[in-house]
């Protein structure tokens, strides 16, 4: 009888704040063509030729800002998240990040070790990117047909509109909006628009109403259009007016276009008109990270502040709440159940 596993996937960290390590993090993570998507010669060249010049040495100072004693916030939330699932489900519980250590290789060893050959790989990413849920199958493919061609992946599916997630956050920002506040900012992660027309099957996405139409052909594939239906469907649930909600992407990197509004932009611009008193929340993260605790808490509250706003509130991701655990273990019993269809 075959025997199964979860196996826990996040982005990854460096495996400390020196600039060297920071650097051959962002070499493993920048040359994925599924997150920088040239060429192999024009990627070389921008990532080896021009980013890792400068930015390991800034980035290195942002993680130093963050990180703990334990480690990265991305890591340790992720092993806190694996501990407690563990204690909530029968089967042995795995992590493993897509780039640096422990990666997913490991990951999968660690369950093939306990003679596991059935495992359910849970990208956590609520919403579908080329450069998130793709890489994490391909490069867990990839591993499985060279190093263990005996066992079985099935792959948790993105989770943006289930009704037990959106139930689930909605619940979670309640509790942290604060009493009054003018606007809640929806701050994604953005990706270059060019990723979205590039794995859209139906080439029918024009990145504009489309993207926050109700039904359309190209929303399976378009993360800005889950990035909007997540936002829509837990302000429904929260009973918010539209017109007390933004939404906006972050992190951008580099020249090219980026899905738009950008959140750096938002923050600069919302106070002159009438937003004084902003609570955030980052929803394609399920844990806090880099992008949360620095670029937003520290850096997005300075923007805001500088450009008149008065009071910022960060709302903190899913991270390792009971009720966030008790979703991923819904979806990872409903994935163990498929192998048994199949
Ligand atoms: C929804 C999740 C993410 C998407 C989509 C994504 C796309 C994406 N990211 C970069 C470049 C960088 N991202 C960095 C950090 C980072 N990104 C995510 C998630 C998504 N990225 C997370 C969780 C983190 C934090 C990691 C941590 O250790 O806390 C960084 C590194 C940090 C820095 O130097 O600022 C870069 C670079 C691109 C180019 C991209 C899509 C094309
Ligand atoms: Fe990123
Ligand atoms: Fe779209």
């Not at 993570?29 to 021009?50: C, H, P, S, T």
């Not at 909006?177 to 606007?183: K, R, S, T, W």
Request: with cysteine; net charge neutral; proline share 5%.
């Amino acid at each position: 009888m075959a025997k199964k596993g979860i196996l826990l996937i996040n982005l990854g960290s460096p495996r400390s704040t020196a600039v060297e390590d920071v650097k051959e993090y962002l070499d493993e993570f920048l040359m994925d063509e599924k997150v920088i998507d040239y060429r192999w010669i024009f990627r070389a060249l921008l990532v080896q030729g021009i980013i890792l010049k400068t930015r390991p040495a800034k980035s290195a100072q942002a993680y130093k800002t963050v990180w703990t004693d334990e480690g990265s916030p991305l890591i340790v939330i992720t092993k806190k998240i694996q501990k407690k699932l563990q204690k909530l489900v029968d089967v042995p519980v795995e992590i493993g990040m897509r780039y640096a250590e422990p990666g997913i290789e490991t990951g999968i060893r660690n369950l093939v070790e306990k003679g596991i050959t059935e495992i359910v790989l849970f990208p956590l990413y609520p919403q579908y990117a080329m450069s998130t849920t793709e890489t994490v199958i391909e490069k867990a493919e990839e591993i499985r047909k060279k190093k263990f061609p005996g066992i079985r992946i099935s792959y948790v599916q993105p989770f943006y509109n289930r009704d037990l997630y959106t139930n689930c956050l909605a619940e979670s920002i309640r509790e942290k909006l604060p009493e009054n506040f003018d606007a809640l900012l929806f701050s994604y992660h953005g990706v270059p628009e060019r990723h979205i027309y590039k794995t859209d099957p139906t080439k029918t996405c024009n990145m504009n109403d489309c993207c926050y139409k109700d039904k359309h052909p190209s929303h399976s594939f378009c993360y800005r259009h889950q990035c909007f239906n997540t936002t829509d469907l837990v302000i429904r649930k929260l009973g918010l007016p539209k017109d007390k909600v933004i939404v906006s992407f972050q992190s951008r990197l580099g020249k090219d276009k980026w899905i738009e509004p950008y959140t750096d932009h938002t923050l600069e611009t919302i106070p002159g008109k009438g937003v004084k008193n902003l609570a955030i929340v980052c929803p394609a993260f399920v844990s806090d990270c880099l992008e949360t605790l620095e670029e937003i808490s520290v850096e997005g509250k300075e923007q805001f502040l500088e450009a008149g706003g008065e009071n910022f509130t960060y709302i903190p991701c899913l991270n390792d709440e009971d009720r966030w655990i008790d979703v991923i273990r819904i979806l990872c019993e409903e994935q163990l159940n498929q192998f048994y269809l199949v």
